[in-house]
């Protein structure tokens, strides 16, 4: 490497951390805010990272409370925070001052594209009003038949399996990761796009397996170096990162990279089929259609480019589809491991159906999945046990003040009622921390109970939060989660097919299996990580005789 390059690094470095020492010695203080120890280069960070979800939230929750300083490298300390109204100011109330932080935008940038994802203030909301309308009530409600002809398709693939089985009780063991993976790519295809992906009917899809374990292989297990790297990156100019990332060969970045590519190729070809069918008047509803649609009606100042559109699209096929199988994946894991909940539910399911076709209904009406009160508590109680993402970060644009529903001590003895912080503080939502915390969910927030759902105050005490049921699974406010109505459909209807039609039961290596961190909350068998994402079931078609 030529010599002024590496002079040109070195003084990047060294001007960077002075910056950063300058800032951290001469502005507000988090540093008498309880939380574990851990060393200057490399805190705690690594550790949390690494651990499967919950393992040390719950036990620092427990130890320090809702609010947590966690040391980061080189005494680059966050925030780690469970506490409802305060995560309600973050994420909720104060608009858009509390922004993602500059690096993580960076890498949704070169990675996804300058969509929703990476937007912040002023053109996330220009964005967002654009994508807006294919998210409306009426608008999901229309995908309801899509997403029961998919999960119908892939009932009848698993009955296939089943007819092959050489097992002795006629049952299968199927990977539910993978078959959730490409189910909700088909329906999201068929929803957004208007498309046929067809990754059911071809496990070897490239563009599923070009998204399969893709978090799970960029951003599992982080190293104390990686996240070191990380830290001076928060440090850098983002020029410089952004060099970085799209061209340094690191094997986590090129999964991504090629991911990108792969599905830009796709997004550019849907954006221009949604724009000559624009032109010749066809009344598309597809998401992508309506997305084309409002654009071309909105102000030229206002309107998204074509770039911006290819980068809707995908962060919809990589996010989208991903985030709701891992849902899916979660809730009949749930149902193996408790059958007594399974065979509730599926009781349910049939006299649901039942009256459906007593009516002379072929598919069920959202009036029908909404009247189906154990289904939507399962879900309910999935989404809360089993976030799809367990942390959300950001950062304070501005000095703050952070309001608590519950005072901390800090080390010095003093008891506050809300909490000063700096401007620039990073930000961690623990996702699964709030959604176990026990002055909302009650004493029993670590037992997975869909009855909770029964009680008139549960998962409504104190703060309202978040897009759903006062969790914050799909995020809060603005920056929320546009698809949750969606992701809330598709797990109705899968599960209402899935469950209707099999028992689901445990197999040996379910039975270890681990909830790791990677972006998203994957499941993983313990001694097999390296295989990434599976969920292997044992499934058995039931006959109605059954019930």
Known sequence: MPTYIISSLVAVIVLTLFRFVYRRYTSISISKVPGPSGTWLFGRVADLLR??????????????????????????????????????????????????????????????????????????????????????????RAFIPIFFRT???????????????????????????SWASRGTLDAIGEAVFDYQFGALDNSDNPLSNAFR???????????????????????????????????????????WRKAKNMSEDVARNFVREKGAALLEDKKNRDIMSLAVKANASTDAKTRLTD?????????????????????????????????????????????????????????????????????????????????????????SSKVDVLPLSVPIALKTGEVVNELPIPKGQKIAASIASY??????????????????????????????????????????????CIGWRIAVLELQAFLIELIGNFELTMTPKSDKVRRQASVVMSPVVDGEREKGTQLPLTVRAVSREEE
Request: glycine share 6%; proline share 5%; no cysteine.
């Open 213 to 255: 374990n893709t978090f799970n292989d960029a951003f599992s297990k982080p190293t104390n170096i990686s996240l070191l790297a990380m830290t001076i990156f928060h440090m850098m100019p983002k020029w410089f990162v952004r060099m970085i990332i799209r061209n340094v060969p690191i094997s986590r970045l090129q999964r």
């Open 151 to 177: 999960a119908a398709k892939m009932a009848s693939l698993w009955r296939d399996l089943i007819a092959e089985s050489a097992l002795e009780d006629q049952s299968a063991v199927v990977d539910i990761s």
């Open 307 to 395: 770039i911006e559109l290819v980068a809707q699209l995908r962060n919809l096929i990589s996010a989208g589809h991903e985030t709701t199988a891992n849902s899916i994946t979660w809730t009949l894991y749930e149902m193996a491991r408790r059958p007594e909940y399974q065979e509730t539910l599926r009781k349910e399911i049939h006299a649901k159906e039942l009256e459906m076709r007593q009516r002379g209904d072929d598919v069920m009406t959202a009036q029908d999945m909404e009247s189906m009160q154990f289904l939507n508590a399962v879900i309910k109680e999935s989404l809360r046990f089993h976030p799809a993402v367990p942390f959300i970060n950001r950062i």
């Open 51 to 140: 651990a499967d979800v919950g393992e040390l939230q719950f036990e620092w929750q427990q130890q320090y409370g809702p609010v947590i300083r966690l040391k980061g490298s080189v005494g680059d300390d966050f925030l780690l925070i469970s506490d409802p109204k305060a995560l309600q100011y973050i994420y909720q109330t104060s608009g858009y001052r509390f922004p993602k932080p500059p690096v993580t935008r960076v890498f949704l940038e070169v990675l996804s594209g300058k969509g929703l994802f990476w937007a912040a203030g002023e053109n996330h909301r220009r964005q967002r009003k654009v994508v807006m309308p294919g998210f409306g009530v009426s608008e999901t």
């Open 435 to 480: 959604n176990r915390f026990k002055p909302i969910w009650g004493e029993d927030a670590h037992t997975f109970n869909p009855y909770r759902w029964f009680r008139p105050d549960d998962g409504t005490k104190g703060t309202t939060l978040g897009m759903y049921a006062n969790l914050m699974t799909f995020s809060a406010g603005l920056q929320g």
